[in-house]
Structures are given as C-alpha cells and as structure tokens.
C-alpha cells in the first residue's frame, strides 16, 4: 500500500482575493506527480491540508501496480 504523510497547516489560511467568488467554496486537490507524489487539498472552508504520497513500487509489482495504487488513494481522497 501507498505510504502517506499528511501536515495540517496552522493558521487557517483565507482563499486568494484574485479568485472569483464563486470558486472561494471550492474543493481544489494539486498534485506534484512523480515516485514521491506531493499534494495540497484546499477545502471549502478555506482549510490546507497536504502532504506526500510515496508510490515507490516493491520488488515484486507488476508495472502497473503503481497506477492502482495511486487509483485508490485518489479514490480515498475523494471519499
């Protein structure tokens, strides 16, 4: 399975007066792919969560288990 770190930030950061309005309430996931995976949630409260996601393959995956792995975190991430 997928290791991840998760930093909650302190402080409660506000969404950027540049932004529209109407996209203040939503829910923004960024992604830095690569064998380290880093990721930033922006929830509608304005919360920042993000962390890393190691998807470094074991020795015995196939070559497409890193995509399933990262499939089901994204999956998660959704829920």
Same mark, same amino acid.
């Given at each position: 399975?997928?290791?991840?770190? %998760?930093?909650? &930030?302190?402080? +409660?950061?506000?969404?950027?007066?540049?932004?529209?309005? &109407?996209?203040?309430?939503? %829910? @923004?996931?960024? @992604?830095?792919?690569g064998t380290?995976? *880093?990721?930033?949630?922006?929830q509608a409260?304005?919360?920042?969560?993000? +962390?890393? @996601?190691? @998807?470094?393959?074991?020795?015995?995956? +196939? *070559?497409?288990?890193?995509? %399933?792995?990262?499939?089901?975190?994204?999956?998660g991430m959704?829920?």
């Amino acid at each position: 399975m997928a290791e991840t770190t %998760v930093t909650p &930030h302190a402080g +409660g950061a506000m969404p950027l007066s540049a932004h529209p309005p &109407h996209l203040a309430e939503r %829910v @923004l996931l960024a @992604l830095d792919l690569g064998t380290t995976t *880093g990721w930033a949630l922006r929830q509608a409260d304005a919360g920042i969560t993000s +962390g890393t @996601l190691s @998807l470094r393959p074991s020795r015995y995956d +196939g *070559g497409g288990m890193r995509y %399933v792995r990262f499939r089901a975190w994204l999956d998660g991430m959704a829920e």
